[in-house]
C-alpha cells in the first residue's frame, strides 16, 4: 500500500513497513533479552540462598498468602489477554476498542500492584516481616526467615516497579490512541508495549511458585 | 498491513489454559510429592511462559531472528544459573586441604546442604 497513510507510517530508513515492523519488534527482543538476565541474576541468587537456607526459605514461604499470590497470577494473565486484544485491536484499526482494552490493562495492572501493596506489603510490614523497617520476628530460623523476605520484597519489589513503568508507558499509548494515532499501518508502539508487558507477566509466573508454592505447603 | 492478525479464539483458548495451569500449579504445592514439588511448579510456568511467549508475544508468527534472540537470552540465563550452582554445590565433594578450612564452615549436614553458622 503506497498511499498517504503508509507513506506517513514508514520511517525513511526502512524498506517497507514489514521491515519496520520487525525492526521495532526486535529491538524490544534485544532489551527483554537484557531483562532476562536482569532478573536472571536475583533468580540465581535466590536458587543459590534457598539451598543454603532451606529450613528459613521454607518457614518465610508459608508466612506468605498463597490464595492473593494466586488471586494475582489471575489478574496478570487477565491484564495480558486484554493486552493482546489491544495489540490485534490496533493491528484491525479499531479505535474505540484499542482504547477499551488499554483502559482495562491499565486497571488489571494497578490492581495488580494495590493488591500487593494493601494485602501483602503492608500486612507483612505489620506482622514484623520487612528485613531494615520491620523485622521483629524471633523464634527459629529467624535470620534465615529474614534473608528470604529480603528476597522477597526485592523480587516482588523490582517486578512492581517494572509493572508501574508498564502502566506508565500503556497511560500515554492511550492518550496518542485516543487521537487516533495508530492503525494497521502505525500499531509498533502498542506491539512492542505489548511485547514489555507479556514478559511482565512471566516474571511473576517464576516468582508465583518460587515464593509461594514450593515452601511445602502439604 | 505488516504482522499476522491472531484469531481471537486462540487468545481465549490460551487465556484459560493459563488459567487452568494457575490453578493446577496451586493445587500442586498442597500434595506431597518431596522434591518433586519443586520440579512440577517449575515445569507448569515453564509450560506457562512457552504459552505466553509463542501465543501472546507472537513469536510463533515471528521471524527466526526473534527466536534466536530469545535463544541466546535464555542460554546466557543457563549459563548464569548453572555455573553459579555448579560452584556452590560442588564445594564439598572433594575434601578441604589441612590448614585451609574456613572458620565459618561446618561440616555438610546429613541433607547435603552447606550450612553456614551465624
Known sequence: M???HAASALAHQFEDLEQQHEAASLGMWIF????VMFFGGLFAGYTIYRNLYLPGFEAGSHMLNVTIGALNTAVLICSSLTMALAVRAAQMGKRHALVAFLILTIALGLAFILIKLTLEWRHDYLEGFAPGVNFTFVGLNAKSIQLFFCFYFLMTGVHA???????GVLCVLLV????????PERYNAVETAGLYWHFVDIVWIFLFPLLYLIGGRY | MPGHVVPKRIYFFIFGSLLALTALTTGMAYVNLGQWNTIVALVIACCKATLVVLFFMHLRWSPRLMRVVLLSALLWLAILI???TTDFFSRDWTPIPEGWESSLLRPPTASGNLLYRR
Open chain 1, 2 to 4: 503506497a498511499d498517504s
Open chain 1, 32 to 35: 527483554l533479552a537484557t531483562e
Open chain 1, 161 to 167: 516497579l517494572h509493572m508501574v513503568v508498564g502502566v
Open chain 1, 176 to 183: 496518542q490512541a485516543w487521537k487516533g494515532h495508530f492503525g
Open chain 2, 82 to 84: 548453572s555455573l553459579t
